[in-house]
């Protein structure tokens, strides 16, 4: 009996031995190869370092912890002191987020990106890119696809002498399918943004676009394709020429405008262009649902304009002692187009079909308080069923505006 407990007790104590160089190997893996749990990605967000603030410029500790900092996902200035330095570190389907309010002085470049968002955090207050360099885009979009912008505002571009290339607080190079720009302000600006051929799909909404130089949204070729584009709900304010300018003629080429707010356009006659707050050329065109107050010409056409359709509009003047408010509602020297059901008041000419239109029909438009409400020198238009004025004697749009926009 004693001789077995003895072996027992003797396998026992192998056992425990065992176990312990067991132990003790796994334990030397660990400190030599590392945590295998631990993440190879160099973006370590929740760390506590130590770098330099680009808005501030001092030298500081910041705590890392971003809800929102989450994989496919680079945080400007937590991983990148400058939003290009992230931009350039980031692969397809990335999003370069800005997590501290502040301007930022940089002249952006997006290059060979698809799937990729450029945008604020939420809850972060303004973030603004100012142009570093004034004669360049602050944000130039060269190539990708698929790319939004969202929640910035953009300035410092430098006015741009007549007969020279325009370039905006976002510009917008050839051959870029899906871009959208979304909840940005882009002012103080030669011109808001310059998109240029075959820029399809373009969507911009919810936008405030104002007091840029040259005009709000500039279009600077009349070839291509610009299918798809869409322009929605942004306010448009003292954009000076042109809140709009499209000189297309291709088939191609029609643009949607609806549900924007234009308010105090065409005061000057900039960089060789009319004075109007939209202006169009080209076929194709869908202009719905959009209010205008206080502007020398709410839509002009250009040349080739046919087949577009100028639907539900309200257009108003309520500062009549303005002599560059008021001219002409619509002037039209286009082929095939309907314009019904808008509200017009207070210009001269509410309705001015021009002596090249022809086959345009002008229907249930309300006019009052203007001298004149269609005035047709053209061909074989048609105009039907003008309604007056209720008592008022002018027209003024009620427009809601957005939150933290001065008037």
């Known amino acids: 009996m004693r001789n077995r407990l003895n072996h027992e007790r003797s396998q026992n104590k192998d056992g425990v031995f065992r176990h312990c160089i067991l132990l003790f190997g796994v334990l030397f893996m660990v400190s030599a190869c590392g945590n295998p749990m631990t993440s190879s990605d160099s973006r370590s967000h929740g760390e506590e370092t130590r770098e330099l603030n680009p808005i501030s410029g001092s030298d500081e500790v910041t705590e890392q912890a971003s809800g929102n900092c989450l994989p496919d996902t680079i945080c400007v200035p937590l991983d990148y002191?400058?939003?290009?330095?992230?931009?350039?570190?980031?692969v397809d389907g990335e999003t370069v987020l800005i997590v501290e309010a502040g301007e930022y002085h940089e002249n952006l470049e997006l290059?060979?990106?698809?799937?990729?968002?450029l945008k604020k955090d939420v809850g972060v207050g303004e973030v603004t890119i100012v142009a570093q360099d004034p004669g360049s885009p602050a944000i130039y979009v060269l190539s990708?696809?698929?790319i939004t912008i969202e929640g910035l505002s953009i300035t410092g571009t430098s006015q741009i002498p007549p007969n020279r290339p325009p370039k905006g607080g976002i510009y917008i190079l050839s051959s870029i399918p899906e871009l959208t720009i979304r909840n940005c302000k882009i002012f103080g600006n030669s011109y808001g943004i310059v998109p240029t051929v075959n820029t399809t799909h373009l969507m911009i909404e919810d936008n405030i676009i104002e007091n840029n130089g040259g005009g709000g949204i500039h279009y600077v070729s009349n070839t291509g394709s610009f299918s798809g584009n869409?322009?929605?709900k942004n306010v448009f304010?003292?954009?000076y020429a042109n809140a709009i300018y499209f000189?297309?003629?291709t088939d191609n080429s029609g643009l949607t405008i609806e549900e924007n707010q234009f308010f105090e356009h065409g005061e000057i006659s900039g960089y060789n262009v009319p004075r109007s707050t939209i202006y169009l050329s080209g076929p194709n065109h869908m202009i719905r649902d959009n209010s205008f107050e206080n502007d020398y010409r709410a839509i002009l056409s250009g040349g080739n304009v046919e087949n577009t359709s100028i639907l539900d509009n309200q257009m108003g003047i309520s500062d009549t002692s303005n002599e560059n408010y008021g001219l002409?509602?619509?002037?039209w020297s286009g082929l095939n187009?309907?314009?019904?059901?808008?509200?017009?008041?207070?210009?001269s000419v509410a309705v001015h079909l021009e002596e090249d239109s022809e086959n345009n029909e002008v229907r249930s438009n309300r006019i009052c308080g203007s001298r004149v409400g269609v005035q047709d020198e053209g061909n074989e238009n048609t105009v039907l069923n003008i309604l007056g004025c209720k008592p008022v004697t002018h027209y003024i749009p009620t427009i809601a505006m957005p939150e933290g926009f001065d008037r």
């Open 247 to 249: 000189p297309g003629d």
């Open 111 to 117: 290059l060979g990106l698809d799937n990729f968002t």
């Open 81 to 90: 002191p400058t939003i290009q330095e992230a931009v350039d570190m980031a």
């Open 230 to 232: 869409v322009i929605r």
């Open 144 to 146: 990708g696809s698929n």
């Open 328 to 331: 002409e509602g619509i002037t």
């Open 237 to 239: 304010r003292s954009n």
């Open 337 to 347: 187009s309907t314009i019904s059901n808008n509200r017009i008041a207070g210009f």
